[in-house]
Each structure stands twice: as C-alpha cells, then as structure tokens.
C-alpha cells in the first residue's frame, strides 16, 4: 500500500513532523489538498511536493523547464487537447507516448487519449506552473484561451453542434464511462471544476476558465427546465437523456454561492436492470431474516441511512421480490427511480399539492396489499403510514437516521405518539455504502491486534487470519477499490423493545435492551464479515461506521 505524501515529505526531510501536524490542520480548515497547504505555509516547494506525489502514485517527475520536446512528438496530439485538457506529450519510449500531466487524476483523460491517437500512453508528472509555461511555450497560447475561443458559437451554427452543447453533452459521456453517481459543477478561485463521484468518493475530473460558467449553467438550466433568469434563489429540475442507447434520468439541484451558482446531478441510468437482494451485500442468515421479515401481512418496516446509502435500492430489491399477481404493490415516489412490471407507482408533485401524506391516503381506498412511501417527512405522512400499518397492511418506507435504534426515537421527535410506534414498526435496517476492493490487485496482509479489537473480534478466534487491503492498478484507476457493497445493520422489534418504545425510553436505553437481547445486529458485526471474506477493507468499514470518530480521538 502507497505511504501517505505527508509521511513521504517527513522521510524525505522536507517536512518536520511539527510541520506535517500543522499542514494537516490548515488543509482540513481551508478544504485543500495536503500539497497546497504545504505550499501556502511555506514549508516546501511546488517541485519538491510534485515530486513525492510522483513518488506516492509511481510516477515518473519531470521538469518541462530543461530541454525542448521535438516538434514531431508534438504533433503526435492534437493542438486543441493538449490545451484544453492540460498536458504536454515528451517522448517516446518502449513503445508507449509519454505525456506530462499535473495531476494523477488526469490519468483518465490519459486514457482517452489512447483511444483518439491509437497509441499506448505513459504519463510523467510535472508542477501545475511548469506544465502551464510549457503549454504556452509549444503551443503559443493559454489552455484558457483556447477553450474560451472554442466555447464561441459561430453565426448560423446549429444549436447542436454549439460548442457549450458539446462541452455539456462530453461532461455526461464522461461520467457515464467513469460509472459515476453524481456531477459537480463549482465556480471558484478563478476556475469552473467539474468534479464525479465515483463509488462514493469525489474526484477532480476537469476545469474550466470561470468565464464560461455562465454559459454552462445556463445551458444546464434550460435542460432541466429551471429559470435560467433566477440566480439568487436554490432550484431543483429534472432532465431527460439518452446516451449510448442509454436512458439515463438527472435530477439537478442548484444553490446559489458567494462564487456563483453551483450544480449538482445526481445520475440514474434506467437501463440497468435492478439489484437482487444477494447482490446488495445481504450474507446468509440476514437474507434469511430479511426474507421471512418481508413475507408478513402486516407493520412497518423502515430502512434509514444518510442520502446516498441505497436505501431505496434495498427498498427495491424488497419488492421485486413481492411482486406476484395475487398481490397488489402501490408506491408514492419522489422521483419513480425505476418503472416496475406489475406495481402502481405514483410520483410526487409539490406544485399540484401531490404530497407523500396525500398520496397515502389516496393509497388506503384502492385496497393494496403492499405500500412503498419513498421517505418520511413529517408527522401527517408517519401517522398516515403507521395507520397503514395497522389495518392490515405491510409498508415499506426509509428515514434518515444514523442508526437502526434512532429510527423509533426519530419518528417520536416529529411528532408520533409513542404507543404509536411500539405497535406499528416490526423492524428497522440500517445501512452504509462500502466500496469494494479491485479484484485485480488487492494483497493479504495480517492484521494487528488493535485491528482485530477495532472490528470487535475476539484477536485469540482470528489469530493467523489474513485481511486484504487497496493497492491500486490500472483496472481501478488506482484506487484500490472498484465498485461498491451495501453493510447492514438490522433490529426486529421484540417485547422488550416494544415495552421501552411504549414508556418513550432514551435512545441510549432502546440500544442497549436492543443489543443485549439479541434483536440488534450492529453494523460493524457486518463489516467485520466482509473485511474477513476479503470483500472489503478494514479503512472502508472504519470510514462508513462510527468507528472513524473513535479512531481519531
């Protein structure tokens, strides 16, 4: 596994360990990267950070200052991407073209490069400052520059070869082809980043000159049918694509910053066909649990989480399994992520006064076996579905809560009576993201003690036993991880549980009965399993679980 840069710069003797300590506060205070910090504190150089990133990422690093690339190495990439896109090409050897980048992450426009030239491509790294003396030197003009002068749109040019329409139809292309969930768009310091999540994790994709923002949201509006004149107020919108044969749905939301307004895209391709239940990460005996827990005629079953964690995928995968002709499924929705063979979805619609609680109640007179309410919101649409609930119904519905047992106290605080939720909830799964570690190039390696003790394993039992960890390759850009996995975290209610529900105990009271009673399954009983199954990573189950907090106390 890769040593951290900060570890890097201390064994080097361009950083102190004083110094690393007070780089990494001021990076978590000013939300930098560690090398900037490090260069805003002056502490070390742009080359002597550039160098030990290089280190970090097995790269090799280069200085575009010395010597002068020939003009037919040059040629081998286009004029207009060596620009735009930030790299210089420098060599070739063994059969591969070398580029400089400035940034590891541009890896992946590497790779783009390799399918546009037809050649292998090798990447160097060099500082941001030289790589951009190096690109004016070459090719004559700013990076900038040439994207303004090609965001231009020419008098009678169709609307569709527009070069911001091309600019916002690549930036979906892209995220698609890096399987990501979600597109940021952020103005600030002189720049428009593009960031995507990818398995959970935000990662730098391009920039563009702040002069172009503008123009970009602007188009983004127009797509998502939002006020393209409104720029002081938050707006959400939808918009329809169809990429690659793809259908993909992108649910937009604007909020306006002290740069200007930002975007955020959450993307939903509807041509993926839905997760089972085995393939969310359900072991054994919890599918078992979880299956007999689904097949009852009657109660509420909540699954809580942050946004984000698949909640409504489980949710999903619960009915998918349901769904049979004698049985009849309705769902109020916001939006219907996936259209269903066999269920009555409804979306919600807040212009018209198509609220969860109204559809609801709409719901009760057509007779259904089976109710889906996308989220609870407040008190009228809880009490709406507790009465579900318990007049012969089974109801599906999630809430965000850290936990299985802050489920019952959360429905409480908005306003439930407590006899309320004693009679009416039969269980509660919590649940967090993990990603998976790359099949490729994981490795073994035999935890510590303090590791075993973390995850609440006996060190005596797994003694000899072997983890696996990230080490990263092609195949996962380098990441270590590819894909994710679903933890899970499931309480059944019982007696005693119901008893302590019913007197409106603490949430301190309703864990600890929970747990010593056996209806409590935590989440790190759960991580612990697919960290020895070799599935995950003991930093990933540490990230995700309250774990991470104790850790850095």
């Not at 005693?496 to 409590?520: D, I, K, V, Y």
Request: proline share 4%; net charge neutral.
């Amino acid at each position: 596994m890769s040593k951290q840069l900060g570890e890097l710069l201390v064994e080097s003797g361009a950083l102190s360990e004083a110094q690393l300590r007070e780089a990494l506060a001021y990076q978590r205070n000013g939300g930098l990267h560690l090398g900037e910090a490090i260069q805003r504190l002056g502490f070390a150089d742009e080359a002597t950070v550039a160098r030990a990133v290089a280190k970090q990422q097995g790269l090799p690093f280069v200085d575009l200052d010395k010597g002068r690339v020939s003009e037919t190495i040059l040629a081998r990439v286009p004029a207009d991407f060596a620009r735009e896109q930030g790299m210089v090409p420098l060599l070739e050897k063994d059969g591969r073209l070398v580029v400089a980048i400035d940034d590891p992450l541009k890896k992946m426009i590497a790779e783009q490069l390799e399918f546009m030239i037809g050649a292998k491509i090798g990447c160097a790294l060099a500082t941001s400052s030289g790589l951009k003396r190096a690109i004016e030197r070459y090719y004559g003009e700013k990076a900038e520059d040439s994207v303004a002068r090609s965001m231009q749109v020419r008098a009678g040019e169709d609307e569709g070869d527009a070069p911001i329409v091309r600019l916002v139809t690549r930036t979906f292309h892209d995220a698609l082809a890096a399987r990501a969930s979600d597109i940021h768009i952020e103005p600030g310091h002189g720049r428009v980043r593009v960031r995507f999540r990818v398995d959970g994790m935000l990662r730098d994709t391009a920039e563009h000159p702040l002069h172009l923002h503008s123009a970009l949201i602007s188009r983004l509006k127009i797509m998502a049918s939002m006020d393209i004149a409104e720029k002081r107020k938050p707006q959400d919108g939808r918009i329809g694509l169809k990429l690659e044969g793809r259908e993909v749905d992108v649910r937009c939301s604007i909020l306006p910053s002290s740069h200007g307004e930002s975007i955020v895209m959450r993307l939903l391709d509807r041509s993926r066909s839905l997760i089972g239940l085995r393939e969310l990460g359900f072991e054994d005996e919890d599918y078992r649990w979880f299956r007999r827990l689904i097949q009852r005629p009657n109660g509420l079953v909540l699954v809580t989480g942050p946004t984000g964690s698949g909640k409504t995928t489980t949710l999903y995968a619960a009915l998918s399994e349901l769904n049979r002709p004698d049985v009849k499924i309705i769902t109020a929705e916001d939006p219907v992520e996936y259209h269903i063979r066999g269920l009555n979805q409804v979306q919600v619609n807040p212009k018209i006064g198509l609220s969860f609680a109204r559809i609801l109640k709409a719901m009760l007179r057509a007779a259904p076996n089976i109710i889906l309410v996308g989220e609870i919101r407040d008190a009228e649409t809880a009490e709406v579905a507790i009465l579900a609930a318990l007049t012969g119904h089974l109801v599906f519905s999630t809430l965000h809560t850290n936990d299985a047992p802050s489920a019952l106290t959360r429905l409480v605080d908005i306003g439930v009576k407590p006899f309320l939720v004693s009679a009416s909830v039969q269980a509660v799964i919590a649940q967090r993201l993990v990603r998976r570690l790359c099949k490729e190039c994981s490795e073994e390696y035999t935890p510590a003690e303090t590791e075993l003790r973390a995850l609440e394993l006996d060190p005596a039992l797994h003694q000899g036993r072997k983890f696996r960890r990230p080490r990263g390759c092609r195949a996962c850009e380098q990441t270590g991880y590819r894909g994710r996995l679903a933890l899970f975290e499931h309480m059944e209610m019982d007696g005693p549980l119901r008893e302590l529900c019913f007197r409106g105990a603490s949430l301190e009271e309703l864990r600890t009965s929970a747990l010593a009673s056996g209806a409590l399954a935590p989440l790190v009983a759960d991580g612990a399993r697919k960290i020895l199954r070799g599935e995950t990573s003991l930093a990933e189950v540490m990230r995700v679980t309250r774990l991470a907090a104790e850790a850095s106390l």
